[in-house]
């Protein structure tokens, strides 16, 4: 879910209106924008126009506009104009329906991502079938076709992509475990995915799955997680090829009793990496303090750092050795999830990171309540500067603003 939004009372005409875009303290490059439609659109398409870009595709959704803006400096307020558009806007990143998944496309044919809506076609290679699950992204790939993301490792098979589960768990009297399935105390099913938009800005989809407590008399499903990914028309960024998508997910108490997600060192959303990136060689960390794997948390032993300080960060950047580039993802944090800036996980050994709110101390869902958290994923094929990561997590954390003159 877009939340930058800059509401107004403007009315649009047949000559459109003008909007003044306004950077703030940050250089912007292909920053995704949205802001509150006009009380009345006349026409069914619009575009930006803009004296040294020219027409810049928009998407209207609701009552919100969506665009990509190729480039703000800082300070910078740039006026561009909303006109009525002969052109349909053509979709700009498709979708496939495949067996057991649902696959983002971009514009020129190059896969960005899959939505996993079931575990059926995926080959176990001999695994337990209670690890064959869907409501997880995988593959996730960059804009030269690496994939980035890992699941149903031999060692590692309860970790898929980029997936969210909790580890200890109490309500009432039980402990469900949605984090190791064979345990046989909890599962997470699909139960539907089939809410999808495309346009020349954004696709993406809603998603909605059950946590099934096993641990009850009957299994009963006690939180409701609705997951809104949407996945950003950037084409090539200004000067590197980008692959952005947004992750919001809203796990709602639908029980009569609180929920708990106990103090734990990993649990949330979580990212596996491409298998390849095994070893302690093969992952490299940077976070947003500048912590790397060695220096920050974890420390040298895989496990020591379970009794150690965790670091915290807004944003972690992690990549590894391919014969072609350097394929990596930075994970952006919004500055309103829970116990921001927020504790990171990672394996020393293994391509597993976790930004984990329940390492701060216990964490309830009194019934009816929510817990919402939201991130955004860059994926790229060359490695970046600190200084670019920052910019984009400001542009998530900080966006343009928006005002109708």
Known sequence: MICFVFTSCATADEEGFQVVFEAGDYNRQFVPVTFQAPDSLKHPFYELVDPEYGAI?????????????????????????????????????????????????????????HYRTSGEGQDLGGLDERFRRGGYL???????GQIVTGHYHPDRP???????????????????????????????EVVSADSLWHGPVHSGLHAEHHFIDKTAEDPVPIISEKWTVQVYNTGRGVDR?????????????????????????????????????????????????????????????????????????????????????????VILAHPENLNFPEVIFMNLREPFFAFTPSAMGDITIDPDESLCFRYRYVVMDNEPDPEFLEQMWQDFANPVTVAFK
């Open 241 to 329: 090829p980008l692959f952005i998508f947004d992750l919001e997910s809203t796990q709602h108490n639908i029980t009569d009793a609180p929920i708990i997600f106990t103090e734990h060192v990993y649990g949330g959303i979580s990212f596996r990496g491409n298998d390849e990136w095994l070893g302690e060689e093969g992952t490299r960390l940077l976070t947003s303090e500048g912590k790397s794997r060695f220096d920050g948390a974890p420390v040298r032993e895989v496990w020591s750092h379970v009794d150690s300080h965790q670091s915290r960060a807004k944003w972690a950047y992690l990549s590894g050795a391919a014969d072609d580039g350097v394929p990596g993802i």
């Open 158 to 188: 309860h970790q898929l992509g980029i997936w969210s589960g909790w580890s200890r768990v109490q309500t009432e009297a039980r402990n469900p475990e949605f984090w190791y399935p064979v345990t046989g105390r909890g599962e997470i």
């Open 57 to 113: 595709p928009v998407q209207i959704k609701g009552h919100q506009i969506s665009a990509i803006i190729p480039e703000l400096h800082a300070g910078e307020r740039r006026a561009m104009r909303v006109v009525p558009s002969e052109n349909r806007n053509e979709i700009g990143i498709s979708t496939q329906q495949k067996e057991g998944s649902i696959a983002f496309i971009s514009g020129n044919g190059q896969p960005v991502l």
């Open 138 to 144: 995988h593959p996730v790939y960059t804009p030269a």
